[in-house]
């Protein structure tokens, strides 16, 4: 059965009664960062938002700590949630004037291994919370399984973990499936940032949050340009329709290589109970991506190039659906029995195989 998550939606500019009026329904709470709309009213903003308020005073924008320290002890009682970094607001000064209810205690660290998580998550979790977020500092692709293993590991409905950066998102997107209370967006409709933060847009129309369906199957789209393609959106709209326990993922990859390795060839999905099955290759990888199939269509052998990925019998099968893309366009879409001449420009993976 679909469970659900809370959208929490990230405000970028000093909002507008219009901006705020216009923040879908679903979003339950409203993220407040004084770096991004420094000094916005919070009952002004509790005027226009039926939801729940979170407040964030990022570590670079706090001119001391003792500032920081009055920052936080004025502000929380206006809100309904505030994060405290880890690693420098659990103090006595600030502490007793945040009640655990209104905790949400974030760390952000470096990638390391799942002792090491685990042993970061019992550190920050030993002080009482609503709330626990950790965020890891993204170095490559294979970073992005390790929050998602110890969400699995701890089996809690009160932390979000995740792997910032573009690579990252997937993680993001698969995390309440392991017990993550909520998902962060931004509020405007700009693309995928370098933070790896998507738009609550986003998150509702590409993975229909905030329901979260069951998955056992992953399919996704392997590239470094991947979030302009509405493969995600469609997708997922039909598993949803067709009530299809799968979810269809963007791989941003910087190597093909190196996400064959971590992420296929070491089953890494497998380690969360999750099969991938199929991939969608786009440039610049389709040659790449040819070379480590173990079996290959004729077309696609002899084109060198694949930009369809799918796993039967164990085994991945490389494919190409590049020709059918310009198949019918002899009359309007309808085969014609006039010869006629065509040209084609560009000798990648899809001009060859056309």
């Known amino acids: 059965m679909a469970g659900t998550i809370a959208l929490v939606a990230t ?17 339950t709470w409203l993220e407040i960062r004084e770096d991004l709309v420094k000094g916005v009213s919070a009952a002004w903003l509790r005027n226009h938002f039926a939801g729940k308020l979170l407040y964030t005073l990022p570590i ?33 000064e600030v502490l007793p004037a945040i009640p655990v209810e209104k905790r949400l205690i974030c760390w952000k660290g470096p990638s390391g291994d799942l002792a090491y998580l685990r042993s970061t998550f019992a550190r920050i979790s030993a002080v009482p919370a609503r709330a626990y977020s950790m965020i890891i500092k993204n170095s490559g692709i294979m970073d992005a399984i390790k929050p998602l293993l110890l969400l699995k590991e701890l089996g809690r409905k009160d932390v979000i973990a995740t792997c910032e950066g573009k690579s990252g998102l997937w993680s993001r997107v698969l995390a309440p499936q392991f017990g993550a209370p909520l998902v962060f967006g931004r509020l405007d409709e700009k693309p ?25 199957e992953v399919y996704g789209i392997v590239g470094n340009r991947v979030f302009q393609s509405p493969s995600p959106r469609l997708h997922n709209a039909g ?53 480590a199939a173990a079996l290959r269509s004729p077309v696609a052998s002899k084109a060198g190039a694949s930009n369809i990925f799918v796993k039967k019998n164990g085994s991945w099968e490389a494919h190409t659906t590049d020709p059918e893309s310009i198949a019918g366009v002899a009359g309007n879409g309808h085969k014609s029995a006039l010869p006629f001449t065509a040209a084609v420009i560009g000798c990648g993976g899809a001009g060859r195989a056309i």
């Not at 405000?11 to 979003?27: C, F, G, H, N």
């Open 11 to 27: 405000l970028t500019e000093p909002p507008s009664r219009e901006t705020v009026r216009e923040i879908p329904d679903a979003v």
């Open 60 to 92: 670079h924008h706090s001119d001391s700590q003792i500032a920081r320290q009055q920052t936080l002890v004025r502000t929380a009682p206006e809100y309904d949630m505030v994060s405290l970094d880890a690693d420098c607001d659990l103090s006595p």
């Open 192 to 216: 995928v940032s370098d933070s790896g933060e998507p738009s609550i847009r986003q998150l509702m129309e590409d993975y229909g949050f905030p329901a979260v369906h069951p998955v056992r």
């Open 239 to 291: 598993y949803r329709a067709l009530d299809y326990p799968a979810l269809f993922l963007p791989f941003h990859v910087e190597s093909f290589e190196d996400f064959w390795r971590g992420i296929i060839e070491a089953s890494a999905l497998e380690q969360l109970g999750l099969a991938i099955k199929g991939l969608t290759i786009v440039s610049p990888y389709k040659e790449a991506a040819c070379a």
